[in-house]
């Protein structure tokens, strides 16, 4: 195996150590930098020790390899089975390293320049029926606190298409009765006003009056949203209670933490709404993002076609 420069440019290191080092730099910049998720840190650290490796093997840094090299890696992870998406977030790794390099001065040229990422086939998000939608709002017991907590945040959240981060972090006085508005804080600062409707503000207005003084017990928390220890509940806490009160709901079908957002915005499409409208309501920066549910509209005009129609 052939000694080689690391990245500080000094001591000769074999390749493997020099790509460690590298990789390991890189991550802590990042760390620094962007304060990114731990998960997020773990999927770049998987790609680019696996890159590392592959490339050791073949007695090269990664700031020695070519594009050439990048290309041949990339076509040796597919041919192993590697999805799509997965190759795409690959690269997204690779690139990311390599700007860095280059941005450090440690290269002069980034190599995946000029590498196109695989086009990906958007999948379609999973909604659930009206009625299903019906089962899984009215399964929560409603002669108990906990339970009138759960019906009012179902409400809220089918009658308006937040996210689950968005409602579970919502306050008291975001929402406007008067009006019937909730603001809605959200992805990256923005600020958006959402319609309630009269049912999802029929069941927030029995939760504040019944449940939620009996959840507090006296404490104190401008979380509209709360849990028995006073505070407001995770986003992972709620996405349980979806999954058990579907179960209880007898809806079998796998369901994702934007289940009911999904559901919001499939109906509302069924039903007439302009896709700008959806688009505003949803907090959508980039139209191109909200036209998915479109797809899912048109699936679903097939299928009842495909049911109904005496020639279908």
């Known amino acids: 195996m052939n000694a080689v420069s690391n990245v500080s440019g000094g001591t000769e290191a074999p390749p493997g150590d020099a790509n460690r080092h590298t990789i390991e730099r890189f991550l802590d910049a990042l760390w620094m930098e962007r304060g ?3 998960a997020t840190l773990v999927a770049y650290r998987t790609d680019l020790h696996g890159l590392a490796a592959w490339l050791t093997r073949r007695s090269c840094t990664l700031m020695a390899a070519q594009r050439s090299d990048l290309l041949e890696y990339l076509a040796n992870q597919v041919q192993r089975g590697l999805s799509a998406r997965s190759t795409a977030r690959l690269l997204s790794s690779m690139r990311r390293l390599y700007q860095y390099l280059v941005r450090e001065g440690v290269l002069t040229a980034d190599p995946t320049a000029g590498i196109d990422a695989p086009r990906l086939e958007r999948s379609l998000p999973r ?4 009625e299903e939608v019906e089962r899984l709002i009215n399964t929560p017991p409603v002669r108990l606190p906990l339970g009138l907590r759960d019906r ?3 409400e809220v959240l089918y009658a308006s298409g937040l996210r689950v981060s968005e409602l579970v972090t919502l306050g008291v006085s975001q929402v406007n009765y008067r009006q ?7 992805k990256g600062g923005k600020e958006r006003l959402v319609p309630l409707g009269d049912e999802a503000l029929h069941w927030l207005e029995r939760y504040l009056e019944d ?6 017990k006296g404490a104190m928390s401008d979380t509209l949203f709360v849990t028995q220890r006073g505070a407001g509940m995770t986003r992972q806490a709620f996405w349980y209670l979806i999954k058990r009160y579907a179960r209880q709901g007898g809806i ?3 369901l994702s933490p934007h289940t009911l957002r999904h559901a919001f915005a499939t109906h509302l499409l069924n039903h007439g709404a302009d896709l700008r409208v959806l688009q505003m309501l949803l907090g959508h920066s980039d139209l191109s993002t909200t036209q998915i549910y479109t797809h899912v509209a048109r699936e679903r005009l ?11």
Do not use: C, F
């Open 302 to 312: 097939k299928d009842l076609y495909a049911r109904h129609h005496p020639r279908g």
């Open 127 to 130: 909604s659930l029926t009206e």
């Open 180 to 186: 019937g508005v909730v603001h809605v804080r959200g």
């Open 36 to 38: 990114l998720r731990v």
């Open 211 to 216: 449940a939620r003084p009996q959840i507090l």
């Open 252 to 254: 079998t079908r796998h």
């Open 152 to 154: 009012a945040m179902l």
